[in-house]
């Protein structure tokens, strides 16, 4: 019985160094702090850690990083083959950064790139090309956008939406994600699912549809379609 007894608080004892372990994996703890990051003029961010981040245009680039006090030591800001990365420092107990949030200034934005769970927004991006990609579960969305060419991907269950103008836009899946670019106007499109993807477009003269899979592109306009398709997916007009 005493041997029962023992067993039973030693199991009670790990019980709690579990909990206790748990409870020091969420946030970084402390009061919500700001810091301004110098940073130089770059035209490409990716945003690798979780949060999220605000892009504007502006004169004067800057970034200014939200987060708890505990956690503003673990967060990163570099530039990496011209690309400003946010990323986090790994922590002993996988500890989670809790809520982050990004501002960024930049004169011109060619390029947002999202390795995790992160959601971007932005407004009056302009410029001769704009690429977004997702690699995983995060979001990108965009307002005002005034470009020549558009290229749009997502590898995994993301989610961009677009809005604005392109001369012409390339938007691919492979996954379950969606694009939603029916406020995009573009003159040429070719959209492309591997997957169970969607992609929404407006298409002024032309629209090539390439889906292997399950994945459906509905649009909106008066285009030229080819479509190619190898498996049950779609091409739907909507009035």
Same mark, same amino acid.
């Given at each position: ?7 039973? !608080? ?33 035209? !490409? ?56 949030? /990004? ?6 934005? *060619? ?35 005034? !470009?020549?060419?558009?290229?749009? &991907? ?33 003159? *040429?499109?070719? &959209? ?19 889906? +292997? +899979?399950?994945?459906?592109?509905? /649009? ?20």
């Amino acid at each position: 019985m005493a041997r029962r007894t023992r067993t039973a !608080a030693a199991a009670g004892v790990v019980g709690a160094g579990l909990v206790l372990g748990l409870t020091g994996c969420v946030g970084g703890g402390g009061p919500t702090v700001s810091r301004d990051v110098a940073i130089e003029d770059v035209t !490409a961010v990716e945003l690798a850690a979780s949060g999220d981040l605000t892009v504007r245009r502006g004169d004067t680039p800057s970034l200014t990083v939200r987060a708890a006090e505990g956690t503003q030591g673990r967060l990163v800001s570099e530039v990496r083959d011209g690309v400003l990365v946010l990323d986090a420092r790994s922590s002993f107990g996988f500890q989670n950064l809790g809520d982050v949030e /990004y501002e960024l200034v930049v004169t011109e934005l *060619e390029q947002v790139v999202v390795s995790g769970s992160g959601d971007v927004t932005g407004a009056d991006v302009s410029g001769d090309v704009l690429r977004v990609s997702i690699t995983g579960s995060g979001s990108v969305e965009l307002d005002g956008v005034d !470009a020549d060419r558009v290229q749009a &991907a997502i590898d995994g269950s993301g989610d961009i939406e677009l809005s604005g103008r392109a001369a012409t836009a390339a938007l691919g899946i492979d996954g379950s994600g969606n694009i939603d670019a029916e406020d995009l106007r573009a003159d *040429e499109v070719d &959209a492309s699912i591997g997957g169970s993807g969607s992609v929404a477009v407006d298409a002024g003269r032309r629209l090539a549809v390439s889906i +292997g +899979g399950s994945g459906s592109v509905r /649009y909106t306009g008066d285009p030229e379609i080819t479509q190619e398709i190898d498996g049950s997916g779609s091409v739907v007009r909507e009035d």
